[in-house]
């Protein structure tokens, strides 16, 4: 049985002339999450907004379960996934509000638009906060609605980019370990992308390598880093991953 979620085939972006992305073959299957890695300018997040159907692609094809994402469906599959960004993008409204806004564009009934919403304002530790005014809250606090927002979307796919950066160390840490026991709680199948690679033993089951837009490598951690994951042991083996991998 299939178990792909979303899949890219000779996948081309550009910005006029410049190429961006430049990807033969990529694919998600279900429960699993996925890094996407690599240096700034690398093309992460660009893929990232493609395969969520926020940015069309020059060539080639997304398929989400393996029907390829047209104008006709795009909005469709746009409401089996959700987006994390670094940035929360709160409405200047509550908290609780906030979390219910996707699910109101939704058409989800009033009693369960309430139980989905306190149940993710609880599984985040903020359900305290549940009135209190976006513009109100800490960075940590605001990320963690921006994540129960996502995650009350109930999504088949989860895209996450570099939704951490801007937070101190001990809250990173908090959020990568909650999100990682949420992910699988729920069994969502997720796309991370990130520059700081002390997160990724925390989350992937699998990591992809991007360098100047071309993914050079796909692998389990192990396998692309040739150690076990510990942050310890692969800091440096991280910068032998780009210089060798991408010259194949």
Do not use: C
């Not at 795009?74 to 906030?98: D, H, K, M, S």
């Amino acid at each position: 049985m299939n178990n792909t979620i979303l899949e890219v085939h000779n996948l081309q972006f550009k910005r006029g002339n410049r190429e961006i992305l430049n990807i033969d073959h990529f694919a998600l299957h279900e429960r699993e999450t996925i890094a996407l890695i690599g240096p700034n300018g690398a093309g992460k997040s660009t893929l990232l907004q493609v395969m969520a159907l926020l940015l069309k692609p020059t060539r080639g094809t997304v398929e989400f379960r393996g029907v390829p994402a047209t104008p006709r469906n795009a909005l469709a599959i746009r409401r089996r996934v959700a987006v994390v960004f670094q940035e929360p993008l709160l409405l200047n409204t509550t908290v609780y509000e906030n979390v219910a806004a996707g699910l109101k564009l939704r058409g989800v009934p009033r009693k369960e638009i309430e139980n989905r919403v306190s149940l993710w304002l609880e599984r985040l530790g903020i359900a305290h906060l549940a009135g209190r005014r976006s513009h109100q809250l800490s960075g940590g606090e605001a990320q963690r609605v921006s994540l129960a927002r996502a995650f009350a979307l109930e999504p088949e796919v989860l895209f996450l980019d570099e939704p951490f950066s801007a937070l101190d160390f001990p809250t990173r840490l908090s959020l990568l370990n909650k999100l990682d026991r949420l992910l699988k709680d729920t069994g969502i199948a997720a796309i991370f992308v990130t520059h700081d690679f002390s997160e990724v033993p925390y989350l992937t089951d699998r990591i992809a390598v991007l360098k100047d837009g071309r993914m050079v490598k796909t692998g389990t951690f192990e396998e692309i880093f040739k150690v076990k994951p510990r942050r310890e042991n692969y800091i440096t083996s991280l910068y032998r991953v780009f210089e060798s991998d991408a010259a194949e």
